[in-house]
């Protein structure tokens, strides 16, 4: 803070309380009121009044976001437990019976829950043993829900499905895109249903100019984009 201005203030505050005769309250109010007119004097009162105000910082930890993937056999999870590295795990995986071995709590049924479901489920068992427990769950790896791509495509093989809403031509893309002897309109889908296979046609070139966008579906897991 600067002292000169401060006192400057300080003094012309008195000098325009002088001849105010109601009484040494009033003379008090007006050299308040001169006070909280220097810039000085202001700046550093709303300083003090925002450093009251602010709340206090919360630890760090990593975020969590919600999802509507559903953890399937063969997905590898990572359960933190802030401040607890004897109650965290790295890398769990979802055994074929649908659950993972956690210390504390031993086997947990996982499978069919989304990462945020099975957060809470954690935490509400986990604060039985460890008082205010903040469970974080992570999806590292997916290995259960997967669609497969074949023929004129950048990459071939498997491929994680991340999403419910995963539709062929965000597939495509991120397989790589199509390569230049693809036929674009001959496109289509093999997926079963009912045991019975179905074929489903899509149209590159048309989805791409926004056309028969019904074509463009949602993926399911084994299903396989077939590219001739």
């Known amino acids: 803070m600067n002292g000169m201005s401060l006192r400057g203030c300080i003094r012309g505050g008195r000098a325009s309380v002088q001849g105010y005769s109601p009484g040494s309250t009033g003379r008090l ?3 308040w009121l001169a006070l909280l007119a220097c810039p000085v004097w202001s700046a550093t009162a709303a300083q003090a009044e925002a450093n009251q105000t602010a709340p206090a910082a919360s630890p760090a930890h990593p975020a969590q976001q919600d999802s509507s993937y559903r953890i399937g056999a063969g997905d590898v999870l990572e359960i933190s437990v802030w401040n607890e590295p004897q109650a965290s795990v790295q890398g769990a995986v979802v055994r074929p019976d649908g659950k993972i ?3 504390l709590l031993k ?5 069919g829950q989304t990462p945020m479901e099975l957060q809470r489920v954690l935490t509400s ?3 039985k043993l460890i008082r205010g427990a903040d469970v974080t769950v992570v999806v590292r790896e997916i290995h259960s829900k997967k669609v497969y791509l074949v023929g004129q495509i950048g990459k071939i093989g498997p491929m994680p499905l991340t999403s419910d809403d995963t539709t062929i031509l965000q597939a495509i893309a991120e397989a790589g895109g199509l390569t230049p002897y693809a036929k674009k309109s001959k496109i289509y ?7 019975n296979k179905v074929k489903l046609p899509f149209n590159y070139e048309a989805v791409v100019k926004g056309e028969h966008l019904e074509q463009n579906i ?5 299903d396989t984009i077939v590219v001739p």
């Open 107 to 111: 086997d947990i049924s996982v499978v």
């Open 101 to 103: 071995s956690l210390p």
């Open 125 to 127: 068992k986990l604060d």
């Open 29 to 31: 109010a007006a050299l």
């Open 189 to 195: 889908v093999l997926r079963i249903e009912n045991g």
């Open 218 to 222: 949602a993926l399911r897991p084994d």
